[in-house]
């Protein structure tokens, strides 16, 4: 499997990793998966907190064969916070003492999601306790992760951040959520890191998964974490890791081009077929019956994940004004006909 540098910690990491809900189950099944993953040559694994007592059981011995990324979570709630040097520091000692371990390569603030939250991180002493931590040798690099863009590239420009971990998906594209944009060509500007969270959409894509792997790989990141739970779905992922790595570099550039993938008929986002006199947002439409039928998609994407997508298929006239307007010719009417059935309650 390829394997590429994580930004400026000049670690060498597969391009798929391990990690997600699928290390949160019993320890005689998360066993296997560790070991079937090292045999894949796949030895980044992400961890949570409820989850490193059993991982560092399964490690030890060989820790010195896997590279771990933790973490501890962000909270502003004073119910919740954990926030101060001193409770970081606290909870990098239990980190290390569950792994068994005197030190972890990456360790990253979790759930940055907004200008509250990064503050919060910064003025509460949080960053003081993990560069603290840093010094003293018991974590290599500091990470940060997020689910939205703008708070993660005003935390990277600080300087003070290693690694980042975002969602990111075929699915993930709409305005303002695409880190393939802005987030990815400051990464690499500044040589940072970028771990992929989310890239078969938590598990929703169930048709041609491996192309989806290969879409998010051929972007500029370091490293995708499918999530398996099983065997079975560690190795679809590692297969498609491998299949990407048999590419040569123009194929493999060719698979962040949503037209290569999808082929015809598929919308350029144009925008000529507007406006629509149902008020629909005609492209938005085109390009979610495309994605769903493709990857065998249930429903467009999570209202509580991204915000909802105001497409509203259920509104098309049948007019066809946008159908002389279009210059691919595409059958727009039919296929606003087929995106009713993807459209969010």
């Known amino acids: ?24 189950q019993p320890i005689n099944e998360i066993t296997p998966l560790i070991n079937h993953a090292l045999e894949r040559d796949n030895n980044f694994i992400h961890v949570y ?3 490193e007592a059993n991982v560092g059981r399964v490690l030890a011995g060989r820790r ?20 101060t040097a001193d409770e970081i520091m606290g909870r990098i000692e239990t980190c290390l003492t569950d ?16 200008e509250e939250s990064l503050n919060f991180i910064r003025t509460g002493g949080a960053l ?14 500091i990470g940060i992760t997020g689910h939205y863009s703008p708070p ?32 990815f060509p400051l990464t690499k500007r500044m040589d940072i890191g970028v771990i992929i969270m989310k890239p078969i959409a938590s598990g929703r894509i169930t048709q041609n998964l491996s192309t989806a792997l290969k ?36 194929e493999r550039k060719q698979y962040a081009e949503e037209l290569f993938i999808f082929g015809e008929p598929y919308c350029r986002q144009c925008g000529y077929c507007l406006p629509c006199p149902g008020e629909m947002n005609i492209p938005g439409i085109l390009r979610m019956e495309r994605t769903c039928d493709f990857f065998g998609l249930k429903e467009w994407i999570r209202v509580a994940e991204i915000g909802k997508l105001e497409v509203h298929p259920e ?3 049948g007019c066809g004004v946008c159908e002389p307007r279009c210059p691919f010719d595409l059958p727009i009417r039919q296929m606003i006909k087929n995106a009713q059935q993807y459209r969010q309650p």
């Not at 075929?170 to 802005?182: L, T, Y």
């Not at 099983?230 to 498609?240: G, M, S, T, Y």
């Open 1 to 24: 499997m390829l394997k590429r540098r994580l930004g400026r910690t000049n670690l060498e990491v597969p391009i798929v990793g391990l990690g997600g809900a699928g290390l949160g």
């Open 49 to 51: 907190a409820h989850q």
């Open 64 to 83: 010195k064969d896997f590279i771990i990324a933790a973490h501890v979570d962000v909270y502003s709630d004073p119910e919740k916070k954990m926030g």
């Open 99 to 114: 792994l068994q371990t005197e030190c972890v390569e990456i360790f990253q603030f979790h759930g940055v999601m907004d």
């Open 128 to 141: 003081e306790g993990l560069k603290k931590a840093q010094a003293q040798g018991k974590i290599q690099y």
């Open 152 to 183: 993660l590239v005003k935390a990277l420009k600080a300087g003070d951040f290693d690694t980042v971990m975002v969602p990111f998906n075929i699915m993930r594209r709409d305005f303002g959520a695409d880190p393939s944009i802005g987030l």
């Open 215 to 250: 879409f998010v790989l051929a972007h500029d990141v370091t490293l995708a974490i499918p999530g398996a739970r099983n065997i079975k779905e560690l190795d679809e992922d590692i297969n498609a890791a491998e299949e990407f790595t048999a590419l040569s570099e123009e």
């Open 315 to 317: 509104r098309c006239e």
